[in-house]
């Protein structure tokens, strides 16, 4: 019988993301991380090639949960309400997973690039954006029955970059963004999306 994994790799992640919230990236180092998680750092080298392959592994598990909820909110049947739910979803994620936004808005994509890492690593990373990539075009042909480039930036301004705005503010400060700003989202959304 296989003995059970007590560090899991999950749990590692949600340690160092903590690590890097409170002392910032520099001070994640391997033993940090093994001191904060409790793990073996023999059981961290199992888990995670190095360091960088750590951090990159905990961004991208981040995006991959904001761009979950946004995808699937953008399946609403109307188009207008599908890009005021893909809004409200990245409000709502800055809400609900306070600590993942502020991973998001702490570390940058193009750093992780830059790291030493495998290349299935690298290649995930240049191809992370896939996703809200199609949802928006595919959303951009619904609202204008076209998706040129000018229609795609539109609806990403009001699907994504609008509600991160928003946000961003307490995230940055690891508060919880407020309920009335996320009244006056949807409004802006529709008032984006129907602009001449």
């Given at each position: 019988m296989a003995r059970p994994r007590i560090h899991q790799p999950d749990a590692v992640m949600d340690r160092a993301r903590r690590l890097v919230l409170e002392k910032g990236v520099r001070a994640a180092t391997i033993e940090?991380?093994?001191a904060a998680s409790g793990a073996p750092m023999g059981s961290l080298y199992h888990y995670f090639n190095s360091r960088d392959e750590l951090l990159t592994r905990l961004w991208v598990r981040a995006v991959r949960r904001s761009q979950a909820a946004f995808s699937a909110a953008a399946e609403d049947e109307?188009?207008?309400c599908a890009a005021v739910a893909?809004?409200?979803s990245i409000y709502d994620f800055c809400t609900r997973e306070r600590d993942d936004a502020?991973?998001?808005v702490s570390m940058r994509r193009e750093d992780l690039i830059q790291a030493e890492l495998p290349s299935d690593i690298v290649k995930e990373l240049k191809e992370l954006n896939r996703p809200v990539q199609r949802t928006v075009e595919e959303l951009s042909r619904r609202l204008y029955h076209c998706a040129r480039?000018?229609?795609?930036d539109r609806v990403l301004l009001a699907t994504f970059d609008l509600p991160y705005g928003v946000a961003r503010p307490y995230v940055i400060r690891g508060q919880t963004p407020p309920p009335h700003r996320r009244r006056l989202l949807g409004p802006a959304v529709l008032a984006?999306?129907?602009a001449t």
């Open positions: 940090a991380i093994a109307d188009p207008e893909a809004a409200m502020r991973l998001l480039a000018r229609d795609r984006v999306i129907r």
